[in-house]
């Protein structure tokens, strides 16, 4: 079955950098766009970026833009999320999602950003 594993998150102080990834399983990854989500405290999911099947094609919300990429390997079957000048309101849980057929989600990994 579609498996998504995310990893990477934890604690880190204003202006630091994490790398957060998505080990995925159990489809075609190379055939399929992935997603980046988050949610913070009390707020809704909120899409951070996505990255097209070949990877030729991003984007991001313009939160995020020039601090965050989203980059992949089909070739392990992982999507990357590389995150600079965290700020506080970067604090979420990281979800990676797939949609095929309906939406799958990974379990979250929690990003803390503080001093």
């Known amino acids: 079955q579609v498996q998504l594993v995310e990893s990477g998150g934890g604690l880190v102080q204003p202006g630091g950098s994490l790398r957060l990834s998505c080990a995925t399983s159990?489809?075609?990854?190379?055939?399929?766009?992935i997603y980046w989500y988050r949610q913070a405290p009390g707020k809704g999911r909120e899409l951070v970026a996505g990255?097209?099947?070949?990877?030729?094609?991003?984007n991001s919300a313009d939160s995020v833009k020039g601090r965050f990429t989203i980059s992949r390997d089909n070739a392990k079957n992982t999507v990357y999320l590389q995150m600079n000048s965290l700020k506080p309101e970067d604090t979420a849980v990281y979800y990676c999602?797939?949609?095929?057929?309906?939406?799958?989600w990974g379990q979250g990994t929690q990003v803390t950003v503080s001093s």
């Open positions: 159990g489809f075609l990854f190379s055939a399929y766009s």
């Open positions: 999602n797939v949609w095929i057929s309906r939406n799958y």
């Open positions: 990255i097209s099947s070949t990877g030729g094609s991003t």
